[in-house]
């Protein structure tokens, strides 16, 4: 199967865009993040396209971007938190080498902050993210084919540890 070499998911403030640069920094290959392509597409932010176009309309330039990221780029990917929500992306995931970058509570909201422009955390920041891993941790988990713990570690180190567990898995 061509694509991704290793395919990022988790909760916003998993740190997919900054693990995934370090692993491709670390394996000397690409990295691409499926929320900035949607960015690139659309010509705007995401909590523009959220608040004139809605929910709807941004999961539908997500799913084609994720869908074009596999198809073309042979890297690292990072998808956008909510990404795996969608039956057609999870599908797609099926077969790859797909890590769940798990992250608490507590951390997700020290990382992503409390004054959030996030579309998805609008009013109550903490417990949104709660409401969300609570949501999404079973679909992440579901489509991984190995699960980090990402709680207290730098993005150097988590993307050392994908290295070995990864290297263990194909040893």
């Known amino acids: 199967m061509t694509g991704p070499r290793v395919v990022l998911v988790g909760s916003m403030g998993a740190g997919k865009t900054t693990v995934g640069e370090a692993l491709a920094q670390r394996w000397g290959v690409g990295f691409r993040d499926t929320d ?25 330039l997500e799913r084609a971007a994720v869908a ?27 077969g790859r080498t797909v890590v769940f970058l798990q992250v608490g509570l507590a951390e997700a909201v020290q990382r992503v902050g409390l004054g959030s422009s996030r579309p998805m955390l609008l009013g ?34 988590v993307a050392a540890l994908i290295d070995a567990r990864l290297e263990q898995a194909r040893a």
């Open 68 to 94: 074009a990221a596999l198809a073309e780029h042979d890297g690292v990917l990072a998808l956008g938190g909510g990404a795996v929500v969608d039956p057609g992306t999870r599908a797609a995931l099926a």
């Open 36 to 60: 900035e392509d949607v960015v690139a597409t659309a010509g705007r932010p995401i909590a523009d396209i959220f608040v004139t176009d809605g929910e709807e309309h941004f999961r539908a």
């Open 124 to 157: 109550n920041v903490r417990g949104r993210i709660k409401t969300l891993l609570d949501e999404r941790t079973p679909v992440y988990t579901e489509v991984a084919s190995l699960v980090v713990d990402t709680d207290g570690i730098g993005p150097a180190e």
